[in-house]
């Protein structure tokens, strides 16, 4: 069982940059692939970047491409979330989770066991 904990949210300012962190406890955190999802009000939950339990393959959804870095490192059971050039659309409460999905499906919310308790990101324009 993993345990999982965000930190790392808050008020930035169009064009900004955060770093989410994602600290996990439980041993067996090395076989679980990790994804951010993030859920806006009156939204569905979706991922926005995933990253395997080794890191041999990540995913990002069409709308953070090229300004969202996810990391993970297994011996500190950390994964990071870098966010740059941040906008009023990426605003939402960011969850990350653990879980193990098909290495093509890292996206799939169901496959997704265990979940921290979010951290609220805000984009003021």
């Known amino acids: 069982q993993v345990q999982l904990v965000e930190s790392g949210g808050g008020l930035v300012q169009d064009g900004g940059s955060l770093r989410l962190s994602c600290t996990a406890s439980g041993v067996l955190f090395a076989v679980y692939s990790i994804a951010w999802f993030r859920q806006a009000p009156g939204k569905e939950r979706e991922c926005v970047a995933a990253?395997?339990?080794?890191?041999?393959?990540?995913y990002y959804a069409d709308s953070v491409k090229g300004r969202f870095a996810i990391s993970r490192d297994n011996a500190g059971k950390t994964a990071i979330l870098q966010m740059n050039s941040l906008k009023p659309d990426d605003a939402a409460v960011y969850y990350c989770a653990a879980g193990r999905p098909r290495a093509n499906l890292l996206d799939r919310l169901s496959s997704y066991l265990y979940w921290g308790q979010g951290t609220q990101v805000t984009v003021s324009s």
């Open positions: 990253i395997a339990s080794r890191s041999e393959s990540t």
